[in-house]
């Protein structure tokens, strides 16, 4: 799950696709893992006073937080034990 911290944001986004993917086809062990990783992803502040990133870092940042969002709300419309799964997420983000 490195990659979501990975410097390259083409890489953050790539990964932020497919794990998204895998979680909507229930693909991957230990779901509630991706999912707390996805929210910390989503809620991550960047620093734009750093002049390493570019224009093109702040427009894939803000394309990876419109993939997570879109995908939480299509998650928990699937079914109750998908909104445990979100539930528990938070949860483990939050300690």
């Excluded at 991550?44 to 709300?73: N, P, W, Y």
Aim: net charge positive; hydrophobic share 40%.
């Amino acid at each position: 799950m490195k990659q979501f911290r990975d410097a390259d944001y083409n890489v953050r986004l790539i990964s932020t696709e497919g794990f998204c993917r895998m979680l909507m086809s229930q693909s991957c062990d230990k779901p509630i893992d991706f999912i707390a990783r996805l929210m910390l992803l989503c809620f991550e502040k960047i620093d734009c006073s750093q002049r390493t990133l570019t224009e093109q870092d702040l427009m894939l940042h803000k394309k990876i937080k419109a993939i997570i969002e879109e995908f939480m709300g299509n998650y928990v419309r699937l079914s109750k034990s998908r909104c445990t799964e979100i539930t528990a997420a938070s949860i483990a983000v939050i300690h």
